[in-house]
């Protein structure tokens, strides 16, 4: 279960793993904030994964608004994460292929 420690409510978020010498876990949330902002966009990050704090927020008055922050927020994270999980994962496969070829050679 998702719970921002500021109490409000999360309606659209995304999460990943922190690298080296980051908080466990990140992310970006949309959620409904006040009546001024109903809505704000902050990153995120917790240590379990279930319960966040928030920080760098954008306040906006429309969903509308909302929701294209976040998709601003969020594409470089994407772009950022896919390119991480691309190079570990090229790295654990030429792991592997080494490690199999050592073991077929004996």
């Known amino acids: 279960m998702m ?7 999360p309606l659209i ?3 990943s793993l922190g690298k080296e ?7 970006v949330v949309l959620a409904e904030w006040d ?4 809505y704000v966009v902050w990153k ?7 319960k966040w704090e928030t920080y760098n927020g954008h306040y906006c008055k429309t969903f509308a608004e909302a929701e294209e922050t976040f998709k601003q927020e969020t594409i470089g ?7 991480w ?9 030429k792991n ?5 070829s050592r073991v077929s050679q004996h």
């Open 96 to 100: 592997n292929v080494t490690k199999i």
């Open 35 to 38: 009546t001024i902002h109903p």
């Open 3 to 9: 719970i921002l420690k500021n109490g409000s409510q």
């Open 13 to 15: 978020w995304t999460q």
């Open 44 to 50: 995120m990050a917790s240590d379990d994964g279930d």
């Open 77 to 83: 994270d994407y772009r950022s994460q896919m390119s």
């Open 85 to 93: 999980l691309f190079k570990r994962e090229r790295k654990r496969d």
């Open 21 to 27: 010498g980051e908080r466990n876990y990140l992310g």
